[in-house]
């Protein structure tokens, strides 16, 4: 998986209309190089480290257009707010239900969303949202612990 594609960046068009601002450039790179799945809020005060003069009305119109064009995924865990995923290979989430990390899960070598699924026949997949909810590695084991002292 690729997610140091700061590189990459001068290869996909952003189409008529969709200029490569630098805004939008400065939170494309946040993106590809946060693994966390920041959202909106964390993802402005990420660029702004970079771009002091940003404003998160801008972020947010940046993500919009990146979303729009299909090189950010948008992820959305119920009522919480979306969050931002740079990782474009098909994959799925996990979601810790005690400290609400996201984390990207990976499909098993050869397996596509569209063969170990059962769609409705000439179904054609468009995106692949799935969200696998849980404890992270760290919250079961501290769980499991903390049970153990008490
Ligand atoms: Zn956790
Ligand atoms: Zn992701």
């Known amino acids: 998986m690729s997610q140091n594609s700061t590189g990459n960046i001068k290869q996909f068009n952003l189409g008529e209309g969709h200029r490569m601002t630098p805004q939008r450039r400065f939170v494309y790179e946040v993106l590809m190089n946060s693994k966390d799945h920041p959202t909106a809020t ?88 799935v969200v696998v909810r849980g404890l992270c590695p760290e919250c079961a084991l501290s769980i499991k612990t903390k049970k153990q002292l008490n």
Request: hydrophobic residues 35%.
């Open 42 to 129: 964390e993802v402005f005060m990420r660029v702004k480290n970079k771009m002091d003069s940003i404003s998160l009305a801008t972020v947010y119109n940046c993500l919009d257009a990146l979303v729009g064009v299909g090189v950010v995924r948008q992820v959305n865990v119920d009522r919480e707010p979306s969050r931002y995923c740079g990782n474009l290979e098909p994959h799925a989430h996990f979601h810790c239900e005690n400290c609400a990390s996201v984390e990207d899960i990976s499909l098993k070598d050869g397996a596509k969303p569209s063969n170990s699924l059962k769609l409705p026949r000439g179904a054609k997949v468009e995106k692949f949202e």
